[in-house]
């Protein structure tokens, strides 16, 4: 985000504009790979179960975590790439997590979601007549017609 306040010659930050921007990551960083450059092709593709993925989704761990190269204060919120990698078996390393995938993941999950949403109101309406319907008997029933374990005419409920 841009706070508006420009960086100056003294601040570890560079600056573009009005907006600050982090430090330089060191060379052994690896930089984001987004791949929309038009490399990828349908026919290179595969279906995929969105409410699998959704699933997965909730259950990955999440947590707050910083890059090693980042200042002390710094934090993030988000699933480690090991933990992705393990859910999802996408990219090329478990140590990182392609900005295409997250975008990928997060399309089909909200895929899936509209999915559920829509079917709600069919699925309340299905509910709905079920409990409209009359049911079975609860209890087997003896040949005199009263339930097995109580004697006809005995109450139904407590023994004391």
Do not use: Y
Request: hydrophobic share 35%; aromatic share 4%.
């Amino acid at each position: 985000m841009c706070s508006g306040a420009r960086a100056d010659a003294s601040s570890p930050g560079r600056s573009r504009g009005a907006c600050r921007l982090p430090p330089e990551p060191p060379a052994s960083v690896p930089t984001p790979r987004l791949c929309w450059h038009g490399s990828f092709s349908r026919s290179l593709g595969g279906p995929v179960n969105g409410f699998e993925v959704l699933d997965a989704v909730a259950r990955l761990p999440v947590s707050t975590w910083r890059c090693t190269w980042e200042p002390e204060g710094v934090r993030h919120l988000g699933p480690m790439a090991q933990d992705w990698h393990a859910a999802f078996h996408l990219g090329s390393s478990d140590r990182r997590i392609d900005v295409v995938d997250a975008f990928g993941v997060a399309v089909v999950c909200i895929q899936a979601l509209e999915r559920r949403i829509t079917q709600l109101p069919e699925d309340l309406h299905t509910r709905r007549l079920q409990l409209r319907e009359p049911t079975a008997p609860q209890h087997a029933q003896t040949d005199s017609g009263a339930p097995k374990g109580r004697a006809q005419g005995a109450p139904a409920v407590g023994s004391g």
